[in-house]
């Protein structure tokens, strides 16, 4: 059997305390008593590959980053943005234990040097976030972060944001446009709670949260140990995602070397009735692999061997119901709305293969494209639509499939997993080249480059938790929060998301009806005190939150009928959209909506943060 439970724990592991009876934190106590080069060395030995997609030598890229820094303080960025579609690995290991990972941070930071950990993760992760921001309460409470500062900063959907360095980009607060050097070269400035962009910048290591998982095993138990499976270049194991035409989806640890058939009829239970599998394909970072190889082993080099690559194990299986043709254009229309546009050709002729395999086909089109579009790449995200969309229709050749018009087979990432159904972003459908969404906001006509250039990114630190804290620097707040009234509001429905998420079964209607008295709370707040600010301010507003107050409206109705359950059990499920959905309306209150108003109103500061806190305290009077 190939299934194996090294990194992966069946079942979530709630407190530290539970994962120290598992042997957790027994590799910290190792770390600290050995010095940095040891930890590098085994590392290094055990063979490691980073599991973000590239696969790149961990300790080889852990020993330049200790070399770089030259003495300046560095961050270990957990990379935990997790975008591929047909991948959730990162996110499952995240629910089930984040302080293993937390731990491999802590290692990693001991090994290169570095004095925080900052955990870079999308906001629309809720649930993983707030898994995350009590670990790490709860290993900085047990003195696990001595000597380092550890924060969540939470970044915007795209799926750049998981590129390495448009996530230091993001965390210095800029919109995700990948940097031209790597972070072995330019990191992020060292506080991380000030997020005015800098010039100065040292290093930083970032790892994927599945690397990391992986270290504490290495530390505690050798290098021979973690290479005791898999193979010489491919030793460990593999977290691995089944979705696409297949019976079920599920992720699943699995030994290297492991025949990938084994693995798709483990957690996909095989292809759908009456289907045969045409091609599998690993995301959109590599070349599909042909149905007729699905016996090939789950290791780099096989699958480079292949024609393929592993990429971060997010196995899309294709079943002969769907026309490759149609997946080829549903990766070019992925890649081509999420490129940013920095680099003209990525993002010119990623649309036009877009656009030419749905309207005509047209081959010679398209292959003029594919043979463009990398030009000049910043980043490897056009490399991925030449690889991934140029191996598809090869494949598509191969088997005789026709040319012609074709309707985008849905690639979007995933939102959930429960039990072996996996949940689609479908909104993803309607993502528009220039990062907005249909329905929403108009279309600019503008790359995201050109409309979102000067604008700061949507990014929050939720977070911080500090060993060594310079009171001096954390007491400076020069500015005064003008709606810190409405941000205590916040803060008490965040709180209130909490306590429903862990509320036992008799009592989550109850927690839930306190929910709904505080976000009508919230609605009259912007009824009576944000939507006459906007007013005020009209015309020279613009467009920007022109849009607020019918959204908010319509989402406000929505999410009152969406409380109003009665006696229908709560499932999980139901629970995490649900607060999904408040925290993202709070999140675009706080994050969007108050800090353009507190710029536009800086003059009369006193004045609204009087009347802010009068409204509050009104409506926080009334039943
Ligand atoms: C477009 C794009 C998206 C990426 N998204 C992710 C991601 O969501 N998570 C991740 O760990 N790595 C992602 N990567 C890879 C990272 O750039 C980087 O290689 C990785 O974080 C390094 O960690 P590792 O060595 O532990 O794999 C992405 C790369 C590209 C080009
Ligand atoms: S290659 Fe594409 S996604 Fe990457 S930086 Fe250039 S335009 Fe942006």
Redesign the pocket.
């Known amino acids: 059997m190939s299934r194996m439970r090294r990194i992966l724990d069946p079942e979530p592991v709630e407190h530290l305390a539970d994962h120290v009876r598992g042997g957790g934190g027994r590799a910290l106590d190792a770390a600290v008593r050995v010095d940095a080069g040891a930890l590098l060395d085994t590392v290094t030995d055990s063979g490691l590959r980073g599991r973000g997609g590239a696969a790149f030598p961990t300790g080889r890229k852990w020993s330049t980053i200790a070399g770089a820094r030259q003495g300046s303080s560095i961050p270990v960025v957990v990379n935990a943005a997790e975008g591929e579609p047909g991948t959730f690995k990162d996110r499952t290991l995240l629910r089930r234990n984040p302080f293993r990972v937390l731990e491999g941070a802590c290692i990693a930071a001991r090994a290169v040097g570095a004095d925080s950990v900052i955990v870079g993760i999308k906001a629309s992760f809720v649930h993983e976030i707030d898994r995350v921001t009590r670990a790490i309460d709860e290993i900085t409470a047990a003195g696990w972060a001595d000597g380092l500062t550890v924060s969540v900063v939470s970044g915007p959907g795209e799926y750049?944001f998981g590129?390495e360095t448009a996530m230091l980009e993001v965390i210095d607060g800029r919109p995700p446009?990948?940097r031209v050097v790597a972070p072995y070269r330019r990191g992020v400035k060292p506080d991380v709670r000030d997020l005015r962009p800098q010039r100065d910048s040292v290093v930083a290591l970032v790892d994927n949260v599945e690397t990391l998982a992986n270290v504490p095993g290495i530390i505690l138990n050798g290098a021979s140990w973690f290479r005791s499976v898999g193979t010489h270049d491919s030793p460990g194991t593999i977290i691995c995602t089944v979705t696409g035409d297949t019976q079920g989806a599920g992720v699943g640890e699995y030994a290297m070397g492991t025949p990938l058939r084994e693995v798709l009829d483990e957690l996909g239970g095989g292809p759908e009735a009456g289907t045969t599998i045409t091609a599998v394909l690993p995301g959109v970072s590599s070349p599909p692999l042909p149905g007729s190889m699905v016996d090939t082993p789950l290791t780099y080099e096989h699958f480079a061997a292949a024609g393929a690559g592993l990429g971060s194990a997010g196995f899309i299986v294709v079943g002969s119901e769907t026309p490759i043709r149609a997946v080829a254009a549903g990766v070019a229309r992925f890649l081509s709305v999420?490129?940013?546009?920095?680099?003209v050709p990525?993002?010119r002729d990623g649309l036009a293969i877009a656009a030419t395999l749905r309207a005509s086909g047209d081959r010679n089109a398209i292959d003029d494209g594919l043979s463009t579009v990398t030009r000049g790449?910043?980043?490897a995200?056009?490399g991925q639509t030449e690889r991934v969309v140029g191996g598809l229709l090869r494949l598509a050749d191969s088997i005789g499939e026709p040319n012609g018009a074709v309707e985008p087979y849905p690639v979007v990432p995933m939102v959930d997993l429960v039990g072996d159904r996996a949940a689609f972003d479908t909104s993803h459908l309607d993502k528009r080249s220039d990062w907005t969404t249909v329905g929403e906001t108009p279309d600019s006509n503008e790359w995201p480059v050109e409309r979102l250039a000067d604008q700061p990114v949507e990014v929050g630190v939720v977070h911080v938790a500090e060993a060594d804290v310079d009171e001096g620097a954390v007491a400076e707040q020069p500015e005064i929060d003008m709606f810190a009234p409405v941000h205590e509001l916040d803060a008490a429905l965040e709180r209130q998301i909490g306590r429903v998420r862990t509320a036992p079964s008799d009592r989550v209607h109850a927690e839930l009806g306190v929910l709904r008295d505080q976000l009508e709370r919230h609605r009259r707040v912007s009824e009576r005190l944000l939507y006459p600010l906007l007013e005020r301010l009209e015309p020279e507003i613009g467009d920007d939150v022109a849009w607020y107050p019918e959204r908010r409206e319509a989402h406000a109705a929505r999410l009152a009928e969406r409380l109003d359950l009665g006696t229908i059990p709560v499932t999980p499920h139901l629970l995490d959209e649900l607060c999904a959905d408040i925290h993202v309306s709070v999140m675009e209150l706080d994050q969007r909506v108050l800090p353009l108003l507190a710029g536009l109103l800086a003059d009369d500061a006193d004045e609204v943060r009087l009347i802010a806190g009068d409204v509050v305290e009104e409506l926080t009077d009334q039943p």
């Open positions: 750049l590129e446009f990948p999420e490129s940013c546009g920095q680099c990525c993002k790449a910043r980043c995200l056009a």
